[in-house]
């Protein structure tokens, strides 16, 4: 990794930014993408950072051919990243889909905005959380990662580059407006102590009629582009060697069993998630900026005699019910906190419900973090 | 006695042994076109990169073609192939679909690819319907034929694909009906030598959906139909669009040379390591 490609140091700057530099820190070498608020910062800075190292940022016509553009380049075998918002996601949708099909490592970036539509371009929501999971059509796994700050920017595109190569699949950053557009202290390490992981690629001169280059659950090494497999690469219902089976069902049920277990059968090393919280706490769940928040309002509910802890999803797809359900059984009550009417909510209400009882805050107006006082209160209401 | 094979079967991945055009199709006749363009001009089929959409025509390469081949979705193959041809800039990057797929749905893939200039071929094959749904109109559908969304018969203007793209800016240009095979394969190599965009137009007859709902019953009296219509663009000149309403322009009808998109960009490489911002 060039110096120019890890510009180590202690730096201020904007959750965009950080964004785009751990793209380039993880070996990023093409993205494409269309302006939007309150993304575009990522894609201005990929089109000036890609090119010194040999890449390339393409602006397209729509979000449409963004990602499958950088599709496409993955399965040359670069490392590729789109970034956009809610709009951009609903028209990328498809092709997310695809790339879940046919297993194509790439990273995908929604800074989150006010909607729905149009809505509200630089306020910040947590509004498509469940769009990443469920916004393509039928049954999938996706892996989704939420930052809280500008160095999480940096810090979770890395890691999402490295999921997305090492379980080829699209790996979402769920962002908002108001981590995106951030400026806060971002510190870049040195190139040589940053983890990156390639995918693995058939070795060379492998019979190409001996491929089985999709449907493991262990991951199969890619068969990409370039290097004389004769991938042929459908989105259609397929089998391991890639060949389309649109007649038989039990074909179909291996090719959406193995592409879902692909994702939960590693849900372990997939998960991030920080608890700090202790046997008998009122534990406030929540995720990205709103974690923030639930962090003070814990510690000023301590500091004023209640019991109370905090338990933060960095990975919130594959949902990580194991993490929520062995805090639930400590908790003396659980509260969601989204910037949302509840989109998570049900999902920590199954997991939680048989141990403990959960309930639901939104901050006072949608579009604002929760004010860490409307959070005491909250805990004061349910300890009483 | 020795058994006799193809040609150009090596180009065919050897697990295919049949194909899933109906009788008449088209198709057969284009794919020859292709692969014996490939083959005249002495390449490798692992010289290039296949992508296809959805439709009959996207069934040519995939499974067809014994090389890389992505089949992608319904209207986006030209913008898959772009990302390609960035992470292989030395293939050559092949797209083989049809009209509804490059040019109602995939429209804007097309005219923006054609005004980049990215040096892809785009072979569209040209049956002016939805054959694969079971015989819908398309913006190629000409007016007044009856299909299955307009029984009463299409209402719309039609597209000139070609025109259309040339008028984006595409470095090469060819229209060529299935009746001109030599002619298409020709066309099909310079296509593929491009540095550039490089467009070709095949049609190509549906017996079984355009043939039926347009009242030509089979693929014989089309292909004659093909024929007679057909007027070389070199001889278009004087002609009216009022003369040329009913013709099929044949020919190649863009040959230009213009800065092609990924040597551009590899341009701009070189003034961003001398002076990054």
């Keep these: 990794m060039s110096s120019e490609r890890v510009r180590a140091g202690r730096y201020f700057m904007m959750g965009n930014e950080a964004c785009a530099e751990g793209a380039l820190a993880a070996g990023c070498e093409f993205a494409a993408g269309y302006p939007i608020t309150p993304a575009t910062e990522i894609a201005n800075r990929l089109a000036a950072r890609l090119p010194q190292v040999g890449g390339a940022f393409l602006q397209m016509e729509d979000e449409i051919s963004s990602i499958a553009a950088i599709i496409g380049a993955s399965w040359t075998g670069k490392k590729v990243m789109t970034a956009t918002s809610g709009p951009g996601i609903s028209l990328m949708s498809e092709n997310i889909g695809f790339a879940v099909g046919v297993e194509t490592p790439c990273v995908i970036v929604n800074v989150q905005r006010g909607a729905p539509t149009t809505g509200m371009p630089t306020v910040g929501v947590q509004g498509d959380m469940v769009q990443a999971k469920h916004g393509s059509h039928g049954d999938y796994e996706i892996i989704a990662l939420c930052p809280s700050s500008p160095q999480e920017m940096f810090d979770y595109t890395i890691t999402a580059f490295n999921y997305a190569e090492k379980y080829r699949t699209p790996v979402f950053i769920l962002s908002d407006a108001f981590v995106g557009h951030m400026r806060e202290e971002v510190t870049i390490p040195e190139a040589e102590t940053i983890e990156r992981v390639y995918r693995k690629i058939p070795s060379q001169g492998t019979d190409p009629q001996k491929i089985k280059g999709f449907l493991d659950e262990d991951v199969a090494p890619m068969p990409i582009f370039g290097r004389g497999f004769k991938a042929h690469v459908t989105s259609s219902c397929h089998d391991e060697a890639g060949k389309r089976n649109l007649i038989d069902v039990s074909s179909l049920d291996l090719f959406v069993r193995r592409l879902s277990n692909k994702i939960l059968?590693?849900?372990?090393?997939?998960?991030?998630?920080?608890?700090?919280?202790?046997?008998?706490?009122?534990v406030l769940v929540s995720y990205g900026p709103v974690a923030r928040a639930a962090a003070a309002a814990a510690k000023d509910a301590r500091e004023a005699g209640f019991p109370a802890g905090t338990l933060r999803m960095a990975t919130v797809w594959p949902f990580p019910e194991h993490e929520i359900e062995k805090m639930a059984?400590?908790?003396?009550?659980?509260?969601?906190?989204?910037?949302?009417?509840?989109?998570?909510?049900?999902?920590?209400?199954?997991?939680?419900?048989?141990?403990?009882?959960?309930?639901?805050?939104?901050?006072?107006?949608?579009?604002?973090i929760h004010d860490p006082e409307e959070i005491v209160r909250k805990i004061k209401e349910v300890i009483q | 006695m020795k058994e006799i094979v193809h040609p150009l079967r090596r180009f065919v991945r050897p697990s295919v042994t049949s194909t899933?055009?109906?009788?008449?199709?088209?198709?057969?006749i284009v794919t020859?076109?292709?692969l014996r363009a490939i083959d005249e001009l002495t390449m490798d089929i692992d010289d290039f990169v296949f992508v296809s959409g959805i439709g009959c025509a996207a069934w040519i390469p995939s499974p067809f073609f014994n090389a890389d081949?992505?089949?992608?979705?319904?209207?986006?193959?030209?913008?898959?192939?772009?990302?390609?041809?960035?992470?292989?800039?030395?293939?050559?990057?092949?797209?083989?679909?049809g009209d509804g797929d490059l040019v109602?749905?995939?429209?804007?893939?097309?005219?923006?690819?054609?005004?980049?200039n990215v040096d892809i071929t785009v072979i569209c094959v040209n049956n002016r319907i939805y054959g694969m749904t079971g015989g819908q109109a398309g913006p190629t559908t000409p007016r007044g034929v009856k299909t299955t969304t307009t029984p009463y018969g299409s209402f719309e203007n039609s597209f000139d694909i070609s025109r259309l793209v040339a008028a984006a800016g595409a470095s090469f240009v060819a229209r060529w009906t299935t009746m001109h095979p030599r002619e298409m394969t020709k066309s099909i190599k310079k296509a593929i030598r491009k540095k550039g965009f490089s467009f070709i137009e095949a049609y190509s007859q549906c017996p079984v959906q355009f043939g039926r709902k347009s009242g030509m019953n089979?693929?014989?009296?089309?292909?004659?139909?093909?024929?007679?219509?057909?007027?070389?663009?070199?001889?278009?000149?004087?002609?009216?669009?009022?003369?040329?309403?009913?013709r099929i322009v044949v020919g190649e009808l863009v040959d230009i040379e213009k800065p092609e998109m990924v040597e551009e960009i590899e341009k701009t490489r070189t003034r961003a390591v001398r002076r990054p911002c």
């Design chain 1, 329 to 368: 059984r400590k908790a003396k009550h659980v509260i969601v906190l989204e910037n949302n009417l509840g989109q998570m909510y049900p999902y920590i209400k199954a997991a939680a419900a048989r141990f403990t009882d959960v309930s639901f805050l939104a901050p006072r107006l949608i579009g604002q």
């Design chain 2, 69 to 97: 081949v992505l089949h992608s979705i319904h209207g986006r193959p030209i913008a898959y192939a772009l990302g390609i041809k960035m992470g292989l800039p030395e293939k050559k990057v092949m797209v083989v679909s």
């Design chain 2, 218 to 246: 089979g693929s014989v009296q089309m292909m004659e139909d093909y024929r007679k219509r057909s007027v070389r663009v070199e001889k278009t000149a004087g002609l009216s669009e009022e003369d040329l309403k009913d």
């Design chain 1, 265 to 282: 059968k590693h849900k372990e090393d997939i998960t991030i998630v920080d608890g700090n919280y202790a046997k008998g706490d009122v």
């Design chain 2, 104 to 116: 109602a749905i995939g429209g804007n893939h097309l005219i923006h690819n054609a005004r980049r």
């Design chain 2, 20 to 28: 899933t055009n109906c009788p008449g199709c088209g198709n057969g």
């Design chain 2, 32 to 34: 020859q076109s292709i």
